[in-house]
């Protein structure tokens, strides 16, 4: 029965933990903007793919000289 004592409080003050950072967070604006964090991701990941693709055309081995050996 102790234990169950100890395992409630513990997960009592967790929880209360966790709300204390949301409600600092929320105050603090770090909610503010949420979606330009994932432009920014998508932007950077387009960015890298584009200059890998105009690095392997310099190179001679874009995209088309793969797809035709495949074929058969």
């Known amino acids: 029965m102790e234990l169950t004592w100890i395992a ?4 009592l003050m967790m929880g209360l933990g966790a709300a204390c950072i949301f ?3 929320v105050k603090r604006d770090y909610f503010r903007n949420v979606e ?3 432009y920014q991701v998508f932007w950077s ?11 392997s055309n310099e190179d001679g081995s874009g995209p088309q000289s793969h797809s035709s050996q495949h074929r058969g």
């Not at 409630?8 to 997960?11: Q, T």
């Not at 990941?45 to 690095?55: A, G, I, M, R, T």
């Open 8 to 11: 409630l409080a513990a997960s």
């Open 23 to 25: 409600i600092f967070a």
């Open 36 to 38: 330009d964090a994932k």
């Open 45 to 55: 990941d387009l960015e890298e793919l584009v200059d890998n693709s105009k690095e």
